[in-house]
């Protein structure tokens, strides 16, 4: 298919205008992107509080949820931006990885609107998204990145946009997979990490010694699963007497927050940041890297925000972290890397399925 992008029609707008659609896990996005850069719209609707009853995501409440809000939240960005469906140049959908009747949800969607309009489809990799999150709107440079996220965790080695070396990644348990456990073994709402950062803020991180797994390893993989049970284990001895088991019941802690509580969070979460640093750090040497790019959910932690900005700056390295919105899912991050597709000149068939196990680097 050829891309047509000449929105003649819309003085001062650049051409590409795409909609872009986010629709892997438990969080329905549209975004209209211009030219690269020009954020003219980005709904996102969570369906966190639906989930949080469950302790986790519900594929099925999930797709279910995708459908009913998508058609609304396509209008409402529409709305935003000022502009008729007519007037975009592409539709792009997250095709992988994910949750299969989740993709599906989007990427059917974007493929209507593509045929029905005769624009092109342009089928974006989710973890390519939060990649190149932390250079939305400017020049993507050579660096090393760190994905952290609910599902992910990876070091990838980007040395031009489309061209990237898969360093390392998590052997068993994903970064922000371990917060969540480790919340809910707490009792604390699903998503468990920003409740850990949030209690972890007034604890002591040198109250509990806790692994840092594979920190000496000499390769750039991860392992979180062992830090979660060694937060299982320690856990009956801090709260048992007082609570009667673990998990804790839901929202007990939250009433209480003793201060074991705040102590465990910080040092459980001092554990996960330390490695991720020094990991991430270790590969900006080893491959002459002088950009760091941290990006995905858990790239919102505040202490890995401060600690990555602390070591960075001892070592010279630039660090590059997208602003919140950007970090969590969106379909900004999608709209981006479609641009910077049709920049290329690629667009996707409209043969091209999903892939729940689609992988940014084969
Ligand atoms: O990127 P994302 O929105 O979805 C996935 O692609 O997985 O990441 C969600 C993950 C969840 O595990 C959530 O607990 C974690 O990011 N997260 C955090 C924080 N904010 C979100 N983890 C630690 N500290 C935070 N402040
Ligand atoms: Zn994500």
Redesign the pocket.
């Known amino acids: 298919m050829s891309p047509d992008l000449k929105p003649a029609h819309l003085p001062g707008l650049q051409a590409p205008i795409i909609l872009a659609i986010e629709t892997s896990?438990d969080?329905t996005a549209v975004a209209i992107l211009a030219a690269g850069r020009d954020l003219l719209a980005s709904e996102i609707a969570s369906q966190a509080a639906m989930h949080a009853e469950f302790g986790g995501v519900v594929p099925e409440v999930a797709s279910r949820s995708h459908l009913t809000q998508l058609q609304p939240l396509i209008a409402r960005a529409l709305f935003t931006a000022g502009l008729r469906v007519d007037q975009i140049d592409a539709f792009a959908a997250t095709s992988g990885p994910g949750l299969a009747t989740s993709l599906m949800v989007g990427v059917s969607a974007a493929k209507g609107l593509a045929i029905s309009l005769r624009k092109p489809f342009l089928a974006v990799n989710?973890l390519e998204g939060?990649l190149l999150s932390p250079f939305f709107g400017r020049e993507i440079r050579p660096s090393v990145g760190l994905v952290v996220?609910?599902?992910?965790t990876l070091l990838i080695e980007l040395e031009a946009p489309g061209r990237y070396r898969l360093l390392g990644q998590t052997q068993d348990d994903a970064a922000?997979?371990a917060?969540?456990k480790v919340g809910k073994l707490l009792g604390l709402p699903y998503?468990?990490?920003?409740q850990?950062?949030r209690f972890a803020r007034e604890g002591d991180p040198a109250r509990f010694d806790f692994p840092r797994s594979m920190i000496h390893s000499g390769d750039f993989k991860f392992s979180f699963s062992g830090l979660k049970t060694a937060v299982r284990y320690l856990l009956p001895k801090l709260f048992e007497s007082r609570f009667g088991g673990v998990p804790l019941p839901q929202g007990v802690l939250e009433k209480e927050a003793p201060r074991e509580l705040r102590d465990l969070c910080a040092s459980f979460q001092e554990a996960v940041v330390e490695v991720l640093v020094a990991k991430t750090i270790a590969a900006a040497r080893a491959t002459g890297r002088g950009l760091v790019t941290v990006s995905?959910?858990?790239s919102?932690?505040?202490r890995l925000r401060e600690k990555f900005a602390e070591v960075c700056a001892r070592e010279s390295v630039e660090l590059l972290i997208a602003e919140s919105q950007l970090?969590?899912?969106n379909a900004a991050m999608i709209a981006f890397v479609a641009s910077e597709k049709l920049r290329r000149g690629e667009s996707s068939a409209l043969t091209e399925d999903i892939d729940p196990n689609l992988r940014l680097v084969a």
């Open positions: 896990c969080e989710h939060h996220s609910g599902g992910h922000g997979e917060f969540d998503p468990g990490g920003p850990v950062d995905g959910g858990v919102c932690n505040s970090s969590t899912d």
